[in-house]
């Protein structure tokens, strides 16, 4: 993949250049109170270093990101503003204005007034229908909008390389690139991942995109895992093993249409050699609330009227059991809604497990994933405490099956 220090001197230097930077600023955001607050800003400080380095050549920096997953068209509780306001604090010295829009007139005027060593924050780039388009004419035509913006391309967004997207993948296409450095830096630790990694092996997953993990189980058995590795499952993607294992699963989260893809993953483990580890006991609530009467049930017996919202403390030992004398652990998705202290503990007990397991057997240990970074860190771990925290979840995961991923193959 070409640096920012080939596309410079490809260009003859950056000074006076309009670049696009594609970064992930997708944070998680507490809407309680009057005003939106970042609960961990973990990926906007993740972003700045690049920046630096451009605006330190003399860039004019044009930042465009997402945040959530808004449906093509403006949503107020999805703007980035509040971004904005953290970058601002961040790039401290530097002038960082904001667009209200991605794309058009008012768009290309912000552009223009950009200075040398300015920043302008382009609003949530998901507002718009062709960013995720899966028409390639009308993604190419909004590409080439977002194009016309500037001189040159510096993909910077590690937790979207995995999309198909306008401003990972076309734009890519349209104006001389290079990879930023966090871009970089994540894929050296994915290759330390997946070339010759020390066994035992372990993958946590868990989290609430369930549909979009699930799928990679599969190849993860096929490719990654092999015998004697451990494939540990928790958070939302749990209840579907559970009920494809034939277990009542209540009002918890199902992917009900996955059920026998899940019961091939059961075999295709037990044939592997595998170990799937999986709850024995959950915390199941009346109602996705922390006060909605949370109490320790098995995971055999989940009340049809409760829903499952972390694993149980006999799984959490469980697992930190099978964690242990690991050597590799990849952790992707809490393992319950840890925003909520009664559902907390399962996370905190698999983040224990990785910290000790770091200590004790030197294992190499990667969380992955906004909201996972943002869990270890919100209860209360360093990042000095594990091997590497990802920017990346999904992203890592399609990475560790083997799979192309369109925003990195589009930089070579
Ligand atoms: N049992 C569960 N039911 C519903 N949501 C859950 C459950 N367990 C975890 N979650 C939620 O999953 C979210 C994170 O999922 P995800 O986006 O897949 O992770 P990441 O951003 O780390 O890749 C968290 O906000 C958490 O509250
Ligand atoms: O949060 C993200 O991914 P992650 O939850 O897998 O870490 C990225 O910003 C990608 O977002 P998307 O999964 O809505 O495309």
């Given at each position: 993949m070409k640096t920012i220090d080939d596309l410079e001197a490809q260009l003859g230097g950056l000074a006076g250049k309009r670049v696009l930077v594609r970064s992930d600023l997708n944070v998680p955001l507490d809407h309680s109170g009057e005003q939106p607050v970042i609960t961990d800003d973990g990926r906007i400080r993740a972003s700045v270093p690049t920046l630096r380095r451009l605006l330190d050549a003399g860039a004019r920096v044009v930042v465009t990101a997402h945040l959530g997953r808004p449906k093509g068209a403006p949503e107020a509780r999805y703007s980035l503003a509040p971004v904005h306001a953290r970058l601002a604090e961040l790039l401290d010295g530097v002038d960082v204005a904001f667009c209200p829009?991605?794309?058009g007139a008012e768009a290309t005027a912000a552009v223009a007034d950009l200075g040398d060593g300015q920043v302008l924050l382009l609003e949530n780039?998901?507002?718009?229908?062709?960013?995720?388009?899966?028409?390639e004419g009308e993604r190419g035509a909004f590409a080439d909008e977002l194009a016309a913006l500037a001189d040159a391309y510096v993909s910077d967004g590690f937790g979207a390389v995995h999309r198909k997207h306008a401003s990972v993948y076309d734009v890519a296409r349209r104006l001389p690139h290079a990879a930023g450095g966090l871009v970089a830096t994540e894929v050296e630790v994915l290759r330390r991942l997946t070339t010759h990694p020390e066994r035992p092996y372990a993958v946590v997953l868990g989290g609430s995109k369930v549909s979009d993990k699930l799928g990679v189980i599969d190849n993860l058995l096929g490719s990654l895992l092999t015998s004697g590795d451990r494939l540990l499952v928790g958070g939302g993607m749990v209840f579907t093993f559970l009920a494809a294992t034939g277990r009542e699963v209540g009002k918890s989260l199902l992917e009900a249409d996955q059920l026998d893809r899940v019961r091939g993953y059961v075999q295709s483990a037990q044939d592997k050699g595998v170990e799937l580890v999986l709850p024995t006991d959950v915390v199941a609530a009346t109602a996705f609330a922390a006060d909605a009467d949370p109490q320790v049930v098995s995971a055999d017996a989940i009340p049809a009227d409760r829903l499952g919202l972390d694993i149980g403390p006999d799984s959490a030992a469980t697992f930190a059991a099978a964690l242990a004398d690991a050597r590799t652990v990849f952790w992707n998705g809490?393992?319950?809604?840890?925003?909520m202290e009664p559902y907390a503990g399962g996370t905190r007990a698999v983040a224990q497990a990785l910290v000790d397991a770091k200590v004790a057997s030197g294992a190499f240990s990667v969380v992955g994933g906004g909201d996972s970074a943002a869990a270890v860190r919100t209860l209360g771990?360093?990042?000095?405490?594990?091997g590497h925290i990802s920017t990346g979840g999904g992203a890592s995961l399609e990475y560790l099956e083997g799979k192309q991923l369109p925003g990195l193959d589009v930089l070579d």
């Open positions: 829009v991605t794309v780039i998901r507002f718009n229908a062709g960013e995720t388009s899966k028409d809490p393992m319950g809604v840890f925003e771990f360093a990042d000095e405490q594990f």
